[in-house]
């Protein structure tokens, strides 16, 4: 019997991940004698390699873990938090069980979101986040709530009362909750000691190469989501994302572009997500809906974005008639 759950292809994802790590330690160690663009092309590769594992790695893995073993996947849980800077097993538990449960919702009558990562969360008058408030100071919110964490290692890494939002989003079942908070816990661990020993190799380099990387990473990570969901239409399920359909990058990220398709049926393998479009397109192109000409992550590029969460009039005050770069689906006839 197969070690993998579901295909053997998710061991290209298992290698990047091992191949990071032992980069992570190579580039540690050579840091002194890197030249200065030895030390910009360590820079732009450890951004690229975080920013790959928390958009396309990890995130496929908190969707469907890899092995059928839940030793194995919890292994993979704790490298990937030392890759990516934070617990695999909390990004899970904010991403699938908040994240993809509210869909990027607009503020309620409150005036909050419930989901935690909304680009409405910090807008003003029903409107996203500014692009600079939700990328820029969200990841420095990020990097300060990670330092938090680090400091559960005085408490044995366990999760603390004061984490509302966290114990609200593990399981109500007494033996599967348990298992969640056992490998927050592990994950944490993991991470504490990764950095230990990036310290250990080179205190110069995890502070003055790692760390800005790491901030760098969240910023590009949270510019990928916002524009994964920018001007789409909140509480919409057909047209609540943003999908990018450029082949090549779909290959070199597992179809990631597909993120309505991702929305509509987030339990399905990344390998399937052309088949969830082919068997859901009678509703997919009953909306009007966004279709980028760009990957999320190079949203920016598109400046004449249809804006479907706005109002008919305000569409037709911000926007120039039949000039939009993003390719809008309308309603069949």
């Given amino acids: 019997m197969s070690i993998w ?85 909390v990004y899970h538990l904010k991403h699938v069980r908040n ?14 979101t419930n989901d935690l990562s909304s680009t409405f969360q910090h807008g003003a008058g029903g409107e996203h986040a500014t692009l600079f408030r939700y990328a820029f100071l969200g990841a420095l919110s990020s990097l300060l709530n990670l330092g938090r964490e680090l400091l559960s290692a005085l408490r044995l890494w366990r999760v603390g009362d004061s984490e509302d939002d966290l114990l609200a989003l593990v399981s109500i079942s007494s033996n599967k909750r348990a298992g969640e908070l056992r490998q927050v816990r592990l994950d944490r661990i993991a991470h504490f000691l ?18 800005p990387s790491f901030y760098l990473a969240l910023t590009l990570v949270n510019v990928q989501n916002y524009y994964e969901h920018y001007g789409a239409m909140p509480n919409n399920r057909s047209a609540d994302s943003v999908s990018y359909y450029g082949w090549l990058y779909n290959l070199l990220t597992f179809n990631d572009g597909y993120h309505q398709e991702h929305r509509w049926s987030y339990g399905a393998h990344w ?18 809906r966004i279709i980028s000409p760009v990957p999320a992550i190079l949203g920016f590029l598109d400046r004449q974005r249809v804006l479907l969460h706005c109002s008919t009039t305000a569409q037709k005050n911000s926007l120039p008639d039949s000039t939009s770069e993003s390719e809008s689906i309308s309603p069949v006839s």
Avoid at 59 to 83: A, E, Y
Wanted: with cysteine; net charge positive; hydrophobic share 45%.
């Fill in 5 to 89: 759950r579901y295909t053997w292809l998710d061991s290209i994802l298992l290698t990047f991940s091992i191949i990071q790590f032992v980069t992570m330690l190579i580039l540690a160690e050579n840091w002194e004698a890197c030249s200065i663009f030895g030390k910009l092309g360590n820079f732009a590769l450890l951004i690229f390699m975080m920013v790959y594992n928390i958009v396309v790695v990890s995130h496929l893995f908190t969707h469907k873990p890899w092995f059928r073993s839940q030793l194995l996947n919890g292994l993979v849980s704790m490298l990937n938090s030392i890759d990516i800077g934070q617990s695999v097993q």
């Fill in 99 to 112: 994240h993809h449960r509210y869909n990027n919702d607009p503020k309620g009558i409150n005036g909050k």
């Fill in 194 to 211: 990764g950095l230990c020993l990036f310290l250990g190799i080179s205190w110069n380099w995890t502070l003055t190469c790692y760390l």
């Fill in 271 to 288: 390998s399937s997500m052309p088949k969830v479009r082919d068997k859901q397109s009678h509703k997919l192109y009953q909306e009007e």
